[in-house]
């Protein structure tokens, strides 16, 4: 009996560590998936389809914050510089094992990384920055509301 309590205690404990961890757990593999779909469709966003199906991640309102870039504060600005400056130029990947994702209650979730910018032309992987999205969850639909991109810089690989 005792063995049975020690294992049903294990479990829970191992539970609740999942729900408090930000690297794993059912929020985590939701907006991971949603990260992962979205910059699919931006790494893709030259062709006009991907970058429409981009688009419609974003909240008509979002703000967009880019150390480099400056402020946009539409997605209709947004996605006007994405297509300027992104498209065809670069793509953009996650670094392995850097997000993070946090639980806003009643709202939805932040998420935060570190991503890696490649050449289209050479593949050549060369820019890397930090970034936080707060994702808001409406009748089961998940929108990013806010971006920050900050701190780009050159990749540094170590020898």
Same mark, same amino acid.
């Given at each position: 009996m005792l063995a049975c309590i020690a294992a049903i205690a294990a479990i829970a404990a191992s539970h609740a560590a999942a729900a408090d961890d930000p690297q794993q757990g059912p929020l985590f593999d939701e907006i991971s998936a949603l990260d992962k779909a979205s910059f699919d469709a931006f790494n893709r966003c030259a062709d006009p389809a991907q970058s429409e199906r981009y688009a419609s991640y974003f909240a008509p309102d979002i703000e967009f914050y880019?150390?480099?870039?400056?402020?946009?504060?539409?997605?209709?600005?947004?996605?006007?510089?994405?297509?300027?400056?992104?498209?065809?130029?670069? @793509?953009? =990947?996650?670094?392995?094992? @850097?997000?993070?994702?946090?639980?806003?209650?009643?709202?939805?979730?932040?998420? =935060?990384?570190?991503?890696e910018f490649c050449q289209t032309a050479t593949g050549k992987c060369e820019g890397t920055a930090?970034?936080?999205?707060?994702?808001?969850?409406t009748d089961g639909r998940w929108l990013v509301t806010r971006t920050l991109s900050y701190g780009h810089r050159p990749v540094e690989r170590k020898p």
């Amino acid at each position: 009996m005792l063995a049975c309590i020690a294992a049903i205690a294990a479990i829970a404990a191992s539970h609740a560590a999942a729900a408090d961890d930000p690297q794993q757990g059912p929020l985590f593999d939701e907006i991971s998936a949603l990260d992962k779909a979205s910059f699919d469709a931006f790494n893709r966003c030259a062709d006009p389809a991907q970058s429409e199906r981009y688009a419609s991640y974003f909240a008509p309102d979002i703000e967009f914050y880019h150390d480099n870039g400056g402020v946009t504060w539409t997605r209709d600005e947004m996605m006007a510089s994405t297509r300027k400056y992104a498209c065809g130029n670069y @793509t953009r =990947q996650l670094v392995p094992g @850097t997000l993070k994702v946090y639980p806003v209650k009643g709202f939805g979730a932040i998420s =935060q990384g570190t991503h890696e910018f490649c050449q289209t032309a050479t593949g050549k992987c060369e820019g890397t920055a930090e970034f936080v999205m707060i994702w808001r969850k409406t009748d089961g639909r998940w929108l990013v509301t806010r971006t920050l991109s900050y701190g780009h810089r050159p990749v540094e690989r170590k020898p």
